[in-house]
């Protein structure tokens, strides 16, 4: 793409000798080392050039003396921009105030690697409980986990845990949501601070579910992490595998099948159908329409049916491996595949038709949660979040991977900027993902669907991204030449879009949050590895009663 | 707004399924057909096996042992660590281990979690039930 040729040259011919190193191994991919402290210059180039630059995620990686903070930035691609700090005293200058987005990627670079973000205006913990003992970091290679054992105390309690303080607060209530199941069924606590009906702060505290991938990933062989990622998030598995495969297939420069990425493709897609059908579902169950979601429930299940019929597994499909897919698609399961897809393709227009014209659904949704653009491309959100606030934005078409460069599909998007907005994104882009099967399987290339790769990779580092249900999912491999990765990191999507929920609530009801909640489609498995907390404490906007009334129709 | 609405067509929808029998499965009193490939419970061929253990270092859950059985290492396997990825399988240079469409593995006890090479062994007393 040009833009992302553009943009690599723009940062080396600015940027002059403060570029150390400049590798560009594939279309789209760009690593940039650049001088201590010049990563601000080189992400505020790009952010005046083109508006739609975010912050994917920042990767701190211990090489020993140095600790390497890669800030992952998409920009037509993914643009690397690469900072070597020292060890004994990793700190570094914030770029929050560049882009508020990476508040929560500084935090956990800091929570787990110990690097200290200057300047950052709230530098807590994100994923690790606030007992853990300091100075362990986890993520560093000279960590072991028997360190923790002798230093956790419940005496060092923090007292965000609490509640925090209300200084100036006179009317103000704590109103603590969660960590039992605040939305969909996982664990995450929310303090909401409530001025009477009306939301005026909240601060979400991850974690509960931090169970340390990204460290175990690196005691696995490749293939066997391939098991591991898949893990993370049960409901979007075949992003993560496929994302992972990716990466180490760019490491390794392997070559995978036509047939592979076909396959992978249509295990990918429905696997977002029945996520999509999912969330859409529970948002009807948030709302309180109990019968729209055992409908929609209803409705999921044949598409659960045909990934066990593809994968052998109704969930955990188990189908990606580095060098292709693991088993190839019976040559009689398409036509079912097909006849199956009409079918709920015809209860997804529906769906449609119900999401857009039932009254409840429309009066409970409509105007609440606003996310403006302007703010969604500060706060650098992904997939249907940053779609339902009209930015043209999918990674499988601005960097198309697997078999969609091949496939035409429409990236559907809305300007409202509410969470019926996000809500009617995922409900179009079910019958595009049915349409992109359905091409797929029409369209399927003969040959074989899989490749043998060795179990050692060469030493390099890639970043894989996929387009996942919830948004773009960002997987970074570093290989130092043996069997085992160096590290692994991963930026799941619900990271990236739960930041911009406190700016979604405040001003409010408390009637709307699990509305606003549930049009995130939080996913707090793929989330944790992390916790977080408000980024801007001003307090003191309040919106007044007549602007938060939901919008008359036009 | 709400004057103006016509009948929302969920309603519809829902109206026409209450007469409708229950859409869920009435498992365990009809048996359910899983799709052939589906992962399910292990089967060890002891004759093919040459106990070479590539699928005790290839499990990513750690969920192999080779056991020794009348004078044989062969793989014994803990289902309550298995994620059925069926590594293994695919791993074993002789294809000695198969999957199977056995889904119902709940048992009330941790023996019935293991899968012992003795019970495809046919001289050897079989020690776990299907």
């Not at chain 2, 253990?53 to 969920?63: I, T």
């Not at chain 2, 290492?73 to 293994?88: A, N, T, V």
Request: proline share 6%.
């Amino acid at each position: 793409m040009a833009m992302f040729e553009e943009a690599v040259s723009i940062l080396k011919d600015n940027l002059g000798n403060d570029v150390l190193e400049c590798k560009t191994p594939k279309p789209r991919r760009a690593y940039i080392l650049v001088k201590l402290g010049c990563h601000r210059d080189a992400i505020s180039l790009l952010l005046k050039q083109y508006e739609q630059t975010g912050i994917s995620t920042i990767t701190g990686t211990d090489l020993g003396s140095e600790i390497e903070l890669n800030y992952h930035m998409r920009c037509g691609g993914a643009v690397t921009i690469k900072n070597r700090v020292p060890k004994e005293k990793p700190r570094i200058k914030t770029i929050t105030d560049l882009l508020p987005g990476a508040a929560f990627y500084e935090r956990e670079v800091f929570d787990l690697l110990g690097v200290m973000f200057e300047g950052h205006p709230n530098l807590k913990r994100l994923l690790l409980p606030d007992n853990w003992p300091k100075g362990a970091y986890p993520l560093r290679k000279d960590w072991k986990p028997q360190d923790v054992k002798s230093g956790v105390s419940d005496s060092e309690k923090n007292s965000e845990t609490n509640g925090g303080e209300l200084k100036e607060a006179t009317s103000i209530v704590n109103v603590v949501v969660g960590p039992q199941h605040p939305a969909l069924h996982e664990p995450e606590r929310f303090s909401f601070k409530v001025d009477g009906e009306v939301v005026v702060d909240v601060e979400p505290r991850l974690g509960y579910v931090h169970r340390g991938i990204e460290k175990a990933a690196e005691h696995l062989m490749f293939f066997q992490d391939v098991h591991l990622v898949e893990r993370v998030c049960g409901i979007c598995n075949a992003a993560h595998t496929t994302c992972f495969s990716q990466a180490v297939e760019d490491i390794g420069g392997i070559d995978v099948p036509p047939r592979a990425l076909y396959l992978r493709t249509i295990v990918h897609e429905l696997n977002r159908i029945h996520s999509h059908l999912l969330l859409l579902g529970v948002a009807g169950l948030l709302l309180g329409y109990e019968a729209l979601f055992q409908h929609v429930w209803r409705d999921r299940e044949p598409i659960m049916d045909l990934i066990e019929m593809i994968t052998g597994n109704r969930l955990m499909t188990a189908f990606n491996t580095i060098g292709g897919v693991r088993r190839d698609l019976d040559p009689n399961a398409a036509g079912k595949i097909k006849k199956t897809l009409e079918e709920v393709k015809k209860r997804a227009n529906f769906y449609k038709v119900v999401f857009k014209e039932d009254p409840t659904l429309r009066l409970r949704t409509e105007g609440v949660g606003v996310l403006s653009k302007s703010d969604a491309l500060k706060l650098c959100v992904a997939g249907p979040v940053a779609r339902g606030s009209g930015i043209d934005m999918d990674v499988r078409k601005d960097d198309a991977y697997a078999a969609y460069e091949e496939i035409p599909f429409n990236v559907i998007s809305y300007k409202e900027c509410d969470s019926w907005a996000r809500l009617m994104v995922r409900a179009e882009e079910v019958l595009e993902s049915i349409d992109i099967v359905i091409y797929a399987l029409e369209h399927l290339p003969s040959g074989r669907f899989r490749v043998r790769v060795p179990r050692r990779q060469p030493e390099g580092e890639a970043v894989g991204r996929v387009e996942a249900p919830r948004g773009e999912l960002i997987h970074y491999v570093k290989s130092d030449g043996t069997a085992y990765p160096y590290r692994v990191k991963i930026r799941s999507p619900t990271l990236a879009n739960i930041i911009s929920f406190p700016t979604m609530i405040r001003g409010g009801y408390v009637a709307d949050i699990p509305a606003v909640l549930g049009s995130l489609d939080p996913c707090f498995s793929c989330t944790d590895r992390m916790v977080f907390l408000d980024t801007q404490n001003d307090r003191r906007w309040y919106w007044s009663l007549e602007e938060i009334k939901p919008k008359k129709a036009k | 707004m709400a004057n103006k609405m016509k009948l929302p067509s969920m309603i519809r929808d829902i109206a026409s399924s209450i007469f409708k029998k229950p859409f869920t499965r009435e498992y365990p009193a009809v048996r359910v057909e899983v799709p052939e490939g589906f992962r399910g419970r292990h089967i060890l061929d002891p004759e093919k096996c040459i106990s070479c253990g590539l699928c005790e270092r290839d499990c990513p859950s750690k969920a192999i042992e080779l056991v020794e059985v009348s004078g044989k290492r062969m793989p014994m396997f803990y289902l309550d660590r298995c994620i059925f990825c069926y590594q293994c399988a695919e791993s074993c240079p002789r294809d000695a281990i198969r999957l199977s469409t056995v889904f119902e593995l709940s048992t009330t006890d941790k023996e019935g979690l293991l899968v012992k090479p003795e019970e495809f062994i046919p001289q050897q007393p079989v020690t776990t039930k299907e």
